[in-house]
């Protein structure tokens, strides 16, 4: 499997031994479109808020759709939304319709019974789905060489929700079996009368009711509730009696039970394909194939995944809404045009008749490929099989292109598809290409498979357990979660859409169940709305992710009394201040302006309360790559592009700016966040709260060592011993270690470069640090981890709060002071 | 009326008096607690933007805006936290409204839960906020009072036994909106600003005893 990213659909097709055509390579893809029922004026619902339109209820709806693949199914890709309630759906599409396909050749009997087994493989799958066609007939049965088929627009029923979210009728009155005219719909044996009726409409060579009326039709088709034997009576009717006494008895037998009034005598799907006169239909698929091999194989653009094809067609320039402009399916007009000429007081009206670019028109318009089959021309076959594991890689694609800003890279096409097969191919092979997913990550991640590639990163492992978890039982939390839910990123189409309203609250619950240790804080709402934005099929994936999410980034943040662990957070989030932006941490300070007051939904969601998805994905892309300390440095980030502003700001002015947050650039923050995160040792960021992955050791800060009320005291954090030793054996040039014993001490023993700095002498109360009387000692600390050393723990304190206040930069405490330096082996100390 | 609200801007500048410069001008603390979902945020917001979003967004933790409105001739400025409504963040609260001089606790007219919930917050503010601070009731969504379930009867006696301020609103139409903070404003003593008076503690003082129209101001 690992080596066959082609498209598996033309591979399963044993048929597939024809020549394609250029001209067939064009139209892979194909665009419908229709209006969706607008709501009677500007009605709310029950809860007072607007009625969802229409037509993001059929976006949400039609998601399910994109899932199924099957031979005998047109894929589904997109659903668009257009202006005034149009939705466009994206499909594939290819062949011809079986009505133009009778309409060139008469069609042999074997070739109707091979046609419609076809037919009736893809009923059966969709009914294995739970989904119903009712929108069969000719033209939606698309025949390609080999008579290979697949239906085609059979999700119209399901996404407008039998109908409901549109103006218009769904399926042809001709193929429409009785119970349906009564109002019977959702059952699949309906599709199974619709596929017998135009299986009669081939054998016996004949269209139905050619000349009736509607109406007429309707009456027949009712009429038909008083007969015994339907086939007989519409063979008769159409003067047919002859070919239809010629048919195969077993032919006969199966139409004649398909074509039964009363439900329970018609075959399901899976009865259907196990009828004897479809034998050698079954035969003939079960065989391998004759072993011809592709006279001209596809290109090997088309044959990757559709999904990814129409993606790169996108971003080859490829706009739907203008394809059906180009083919006047969408027609704007001037909204002047429209205005009633007379409006009368009761609110009717007269003026120009409504346009007719607002009726339905079921023209299907091909989305051509040429365009992008040419732009990728050139690229060689190797780069849409990247060979992760040859010694070769990383292989040398676009170094240069990496410097660019992200928002060029994920729109430059060539440089989306070679990330979109390196990935596909890592994800194929993850779990054990995890270490290599991660490198590539960390250049970028490409959009199209962002939801799992993030699963990956967060390591997960799909196991079922989602399927096993209560969703549905009422729990006292359902009220918080169902207020939250309709406020919740309401702006994206998705999240906003009925079936994304169920999705969130399922994985709310399923999550809130999943752990009784937690309950259910507002803002896990936020938290969650990416993971299902990207994972909208697959709510499984996104319940991991974000059960993976949350102990990696917020551990114990959701417990019942979490003010502990909040404060904590909140406290070295001040410390980290301190460290990387001393100035502004001394003014926020002063102005009593406490984290408490504007960081906690910063934090709690990871910023997903606090920027829109678009963001967030970006941020979370890096922020994936992170430890637990990760997100502090973005909260550090903001405050550094406000900086200029905070540092001329008041209270009231500080907390109005972050209660309505200016634009922050994205890309600067995670860069800044990335240089903080690199640049500081990871003791800094200890905190007793965090999830460990391994117990901490002897030179480690132990886990209960640093108490709340110690984060309070001190403004600056505390490292560890063995982050001073690995400073001092490995990067002493980014070392400063400030010895603060006397002049005795530090002559008996010290650290080689220390610089003394006995406490007793030093004046705090000068906030300069020319006041040491330490000659260049700016000069000696600029650039530099700057760590306050002595036995005498209060010392540290003060003299590093003192050096916080003189603006220097990433100042800290040895934890344990000087003494834990002894335990260390080998030693590193030196005498003078 | 002699009231304009003003746009409070993200500066914090904009606060210009109307007019002359000579107005006198007062600052308020005022806190906004109730049920989640009631409409505190949206309140705030037709409040201080004349903006009402359909989808608002609930509130973690809390949001702080300010705005400036004049009562004759004194500018009157409200600090305003908008506290998150969900019980778990409770223990926040106190944080808010401590130091408060005035809070609207508001509920849903289509919630009974959510008035009784605006009936322990009033419990609550009786006994542990400033004793001087105005307290209104805000029956939030009336524009859906066809389908309401707290009766405007039933508040408006509940208010007054407890020297409640009370008004149905709506911030999705705006209506009462600025009246509420108008009544606080006209409410809440302006001759010694921002102090508290220390005095019945416990008890409320009806409207008609505060000293409304002193105006001779303060900071």
Same mark, same amino acid.
């Given at each position: 499997?690992?080596?066959a990213p082609l498209n598996t659909k033309s591979n399963a097709n044993p048929n597939a031994t024809a020549t394609a055509q250029p001209a067939k390579i064009e139209t892979r893809l194909c665009a419908i479109t229709f209006f969706a029922r607008l709501h009677p004026g500007d009605v709310c619902g029950s809860n007072g808020l607007p009625l969802t339109p229409n037509s993001i209820a059929i976006l949400g709806r039609a998601q399910r759709l994109r899932e199924l693949e099957h031979e005998n199914l047109c894929q589904y890709l997109d659903v668009i939304r257009g202006k005034h309630e149009r939705t466009i759906v994206v499909s594939e599409y290819s062949g011809c319709t079986?009505?133009?396909?009778?309409?060139?050749?008469?069609?042999?009997?074997?070739?109707?019974?091979?046609?419609?087994?076809?037919?009736?493989?893809?009923?059966?799958?969709?009914?294995?789905?739970?989904?119903?066609?009712?929108?069969?007939?000719p033209k939606h049965i698309l025949i390609q060489e080999q008579d290979h088929v697949k239906l085609f627009n059979y999700g119209l029923y399901h996404m407008t929700k039998g109908g409901a979210y549109v103006p218009f009728p769904i399926g042809n009155i001709r193929y429409m079996a009785p119970e349906r005219l009564l109002g019977a719909n959702g059952n699949i044996k309906s599709d199974v009368w619709a596929l017998a009726m135009m299986m009669l409409e081939l054998l016996l060579q004949t269209t139905l009711w050619p000349k009736l009326k509607l109406s007429n039709i309707a009456r027949k088709i009712l009429a038909f509730g008083r007969s015994n034997n339907v086939l007989e009576r519409i063979a008769r009717e159409h003067d047919c009696y002859n070919l239809y006494q010629q048919l195969d008895v077993d032919v006969r037998a199966l139409l004649e039970r398909c074509?039964?009034?009363?439900?329970?005598?018609?075959?399901?799907?899976?009865?259907?394909?196990?009828?004897?006169?479809?034998?050698?239909?079954?035969?003939?698929?079960?065989?391998?194939?004759?072993?011809?091999?592709?006279?001209?194989?596809?290109?090997?653009?088309?044959?990757?995944?559709?999904?990814?094809?129409?993606?790169?067609?996108?971003?080859?320039?490829?706009?739907?809404?203008?394809?059906?402009?180009?083919?006047?399916?969408?027609?704007?007009?001037?909204?002047?045009?429209?205005?009633?000429?007379?409006?009368?007081?009761?609110?009717?009206?007269?003026?120009? *008749?409504?346009?007719?670019?607002?009726?339905?028109?079921?023209?299907?318009?091909?989305?051509?490929?040429?365009?992008?089959?040419?732009?990728?021309?050139?690229?060689?076959?190797?780069?849409?099989?990247?060979?992760?594991?040859?010694?070769?890689?990383?292989?040398?694609?676009?170094?240069?292109?990496?410097?660019?800003?992200?928002?060029?890279?994920?729109?430059?096409?060539?440089?989306?598809?070679?990330?979109?097969?390196?990935?596909?191919?890592?994800?194929?092979?993850?779990?054990?290409?995890?270490?290599?997913?991660?490198?590539?990550?960390?250049?970028?991640?490409?959009?199209?498979?962002?939801?799992?590639?993030?699963?990956?990163?967060?390591?997960?492992?799909?196991?079922?357990?989602?399927?096993?978890?209560? *969703?549905?039982?009422?729990?006292?939390?359902?009220?918080?979660?169902?207020?939250?839910?309709?406020?919740?990123?309401?702006?994206? $189409? @998705?999240?906003?859409?009925?079936?994304?309203?169920?999705?969130?609250?399922?994985?709310?619950?399923?999550?809130?169940?999943?752990?009784?240790?937690?309950?259910?804080?507002?803002?896990?709402?936020?938290?969650?709305?990416?993971?299902?934005?990207?994972?909208?099929?697959?709510?499984?994936?996104?319940?991991?992710?974000?059960?993976?999410?949350?102990?990696?980034?917020?551990?114990?943040?959701?417990?019942?009394?979490?003010?502990?662990?909040?404060?904590?957070?909140?406290?070295?989030?001040?410390?980290?201040?301190?460290?990387?932006?001393?100035?502004?941490?001394?003014?926020?300070?002063?102005?009593?302006?406490?984290?408490?007051?504007?960081?906690?939904?910063?934090?709690?969601?990871?910023?997903?309360?606090?920027?829109?998805?678009?963001?967030?994905?970006?941020?979370?892309?890096?922020?994936?790559?992170?430890?637990?300390?990760?997100?502090?440095?973005?909260?550090?980030?903001?405050?550094?592009?406000?900086?200029?502003?905070?540092?001329?700001?008041?209270?009231?002015?500080?907390?109005?700016?972050?209660?309505?947050?200016?634009?922050?650039?994205?890309?600067?923050?995670?860069?800044?966040?990335?240089?903080?995160?690199?640049?500081?040792?990871?003791?800094?960021?200890?905190?007793?709260?965090?999830?460990?992955?391994?117990?901490?050791?002897?030179?480690?800060?132990?886990?209960?060592?640093? $108490?709340?009320?110690?984060?309070?005291?001190?403004?600056?954090?505390?490292?560890?011993?063995?982050?001073?030793?690995?400073?001092?054996?490995?990067?002493?040039?980014?070392?400063?270690?400030?010895?603060?014993?006397?002049?005795?001490?530090?002559?008996?023993?010290?650290?080689?470069?220390?610089?003394?700095?006995?406490?007793?002498?030093?004046?705090?109360?000068?906030?300069?640090?020319?006041?040491?009387?330490?000659?260049?000692?700016?000069?000696?600390?600029?650039?530099?981890?700057?760590?306050?050393?002595?036995?005498?723990?209060?010392?540290?304190?003060?003299?590093?709060?003192?050096?916080?206040?003189?603006?220097?930069?990433?100042?800290?405490?040895?934890?344990?002071?000087?003494?834990?330096?002894?335990?260390?082996?080998?030693?590193?100390?030196?005498?003078? | 009326?002699?009231?304009?609200?003003?746009?409070?801007?993200?500066?914090?500048?904009?606060?210009?008096?109307?007019?002359?410069?000579?107005?006198?001008?007062?600052?308020?603390?005022?806190?906004?607690?109730?049920?989640?979902?009631?409409?505190?945020?949206?309140?705030?917001?037709?409040?201080? *933007?004349?903006?009402?979003?359909?989808?608002?967004?609930?509130?973690?933790?809390?949001?702080?805006?300010?705005?400036?409105?004049?009562? $004759?001739?004194?500018?009157?400025?409200?600090?305003?936290?908008?506290?998150?409504?969900?019980?778990?963040?409770?223990?926040?609260?106190?944080?808010?409204?401590?130091?408060?001089?005035?809070?609207?606790?508001?509920?849903?007219?289509?919630?009974?839960?959510?008035?009784?919930?605006?009936?322990?917050?009033?419990?609550?503010?009786?006994?542990?906020?400033?004793?001087?601070?105005?307290?209104? @009731?805000?029956?939030?969504?009336?524009?859906?009072?066809?389908?309401?379930?707290?009766?405007?009867?039933?508040?408006?006696?509940?208010?007054?036994?407890?020297?409640?301020?009370?008004?149905?609103?709506?911030? *999705?139409?705006?209506?009462?909106?600025?009246?509420?903070?108008?009544?606080?404003?006209?409410?809440?003593?302006?001759?010694?600003?921002?102090?508290?008076?220390?005095?019945?503690?416990?008890?409320?003082?009806?409207?008609?005893?505060?000293?409304?129209?002193?105006?001779?101001?303060?900071?």
């Open positions: 499997m690992a080596n079986l009505e133009e396909h009778a309409k060139r050749s008469s069609l042999s009997q074997t070739q109707i019974l091979r046609i419609f087994y076809q037919v009736a493989c893809g009923i059966n799958v969709l009914h294995a789905h739970k989904l119903v066609v009712h929108n069969l007939e074509l039964s009034v009363p439900l329970s005598q018609r075959p399901l799907p899976s009865e259907l394909l196990a009828y004897p006169c479809f034998d050698p239909q079954r035969e003939e698929l079960r065989a391998p194939s004759n072993g011809t091999v592709d006279a001209a194989p596809l290109p090997l653009l088309l044959r990757c995944p559709l999904s990814q094809i129409y993606h790169l067609w996108q971003l080859a320039g490829g706009d739907v809404q203008a394809e059906l402009k180009k083919e006047g399916l969408i027609r704007s007009e001037a909204p002047i045009l429209a205005l009633p000429q007379v409006v009368r007081l009761n609110g009717s009206s007269a003026g120009p *008749k409504r346009s007719q670019s607002y009726l339905m028109d079921d023209r299907i318009v091909p989305l051509k490929l040429n365009t992008l089959v040419q732009r990728l021309r050139r690229l060689p076959a190797s780069v849409y099989f990247p060979l992760i594991h040859s010694p070769r890689f990383p292989y040398e694609f676009a170094g240069e292109m990496q410097q660019l800003p992200l928002v060029i890279r994920e729109r430059d096409i060539e440089y989306q598809f070679h990330r979109v097969r390196l990935f596909a191919r890592l994800l194929q092979g993850y779990p054990h290409t995890a270490e290599l997913l991660q490198r590539e990550a960390a250049v970028d991640i490409p959009p199209l498979l962002r939801g799992p590639v993030w699963a990956a990163l967060l390591e997960v492992i799909p196991n079922s357990s989602y399927a096993k978890i209560d *969703k549905f039982t009422a729990t006292s939390t359902d009220r918080q979660i169902e207020v939250d839910i309709p406020r919740c990123h309401q702006y994206d $189409e @998705l999240l906003s859409s009925p079936d994304g309203h169920r999705k969130l609250k399922r994985l709310l619950k399923a999550w809130v169940t999943a752990h009784p240790q937690y309950v259910y804080w507002q803002g896990l709402d936020s938290l969650t709305a990416p993971f299902l934005y990207l994972n909208f099929n697959n709510e499984e994936l996104a319940f991991l992710s974000l059960f993976k999410f949350i102990p990696k980034y917020l551990q114990w943040f959701f417990l019942q009394d979490n003010s502990a662990i909040i404060r904590e957070y909140l406290s070295k989030f001040s410390q980290l201040t301190a460290f990387h932006e001393p100035l502004l941490a001394q003014h926020l300070a002063s102005i009593n302006f406490i984290p408490e007051l504007f960081a906690i939904p910063w934090f709690l969601t990871m910023f997903s309360h606090v920027f829109p998805l678009h963001k967030i994905l970006h941020l979370w892309d890096k922020l994936m790559l992170g430890d637990s300390s990760y997100p502090l440095f973005i909260g550090i980030a903001i405050l550094k592009q406000l900086k200029s502003t905070l540092l001329t700001s008041g209270f009231n002015e500080c907390i109005l700016l972050f209660s309505d947050l200016p634009d922050i650039v994205m890309e600067t923050c995670v860069i800044e966040s990335q240089k903080m995160y690199e640049s500081t040792p990871k003791s800094i960021t200890h905190r007793k709260h965090a999830l460990r992955q391994q117990p901490p050791q002897t030179l480690d800060i132990g886990i209960d060592d640093v $108490e709340l009320k110690h984060l309070l005291a001190e403004q600056c954090p505390r490292i560890s011993a063995k982050d001073v030793l690995h400073l001092v054996q490995h990067a002493p040039g980014e070392l400063a270690l400030i010895d603060l014993r006397s002049v005795v001490e530090f002559a008996r023993v010290q650290v080689p470069h220390s610089i003394n700095i006995p406490f007793a002498t030093v004046l705090l109360g000068e906030q300069r640090l020319d006041a040491l009387n330490v000659p260049q000692l700016e000069m000696q600390l600029r650039g530099r981890v700057v760590v306050c050393v002595s036995n005498i723990h209060q010392h540290a304190v003060e003299f590093s709060q003192f050096l916080v206040a003189c603006g220097i930069l990433r100042t800290c405490i040895l934890h344990k002071g000087f003494n834990v330096l002894h335990s260390i082996e080998p030693n590193i100390l030196i005498s003078t | 009326m002699a009231t304009t609200p003003r746009s409070g801007g993200a500066s914090g500048a904009a606060q210009r008096p109307n007019g002359t410069s000579q107005n006198k001008s007062c600052q308020f603390k005022l806190v906004l607690l109730g049920e989640s979902a009631v409409g505190k945020s949206s309140l705030v917001l037709r409040f201080v *933007k004349g903006q009402f979003h359909e989808y608002q967004e609930s509130t973690i933790g809390a949001a702080f805006l300010t705005q400036t409105i004049c009562i $004759e001739d004194t500018v009157v400025k409200f600090e305003i936290w908008d506290t998150a409504g969900q019980e778990r963040y409770h223990s926040l609260a106190p944080m808010y409204y401590r130091g408060a001089q005035a809070a609207i606790v508001v509920y849903d007219i289509q919630n009974q839960d959510s008035f009784q919930r605006a009936k322990t917050w009033v419990k609550e503010l009786h006994k542990q906020a400033s004793p001087n601070i105005v307290i209104a @009731l805000a029956g939030n969504k009336a524009d859906l009072s066809n389908i309401r379930v707290v009766e405007f009867d039933e508040a408006k006696q509940y208010a007054e036994e407890n020297g409640l301020l009370f008004m149905e609103t709506s911030a *999705k139409t705006g209506m009462n909106v600025n009246d509420i903070f108008l009544a606080i404003a006209k409410k809440l003593p302006k001759n010694d600003g921002a102090n508290n008076q220390g005095a019945g503690a416990g008890r409320r003082l009806n409207e008609n005893e505060t000293n409304r129209q002193t105006n001779n101001c303060c900071k």
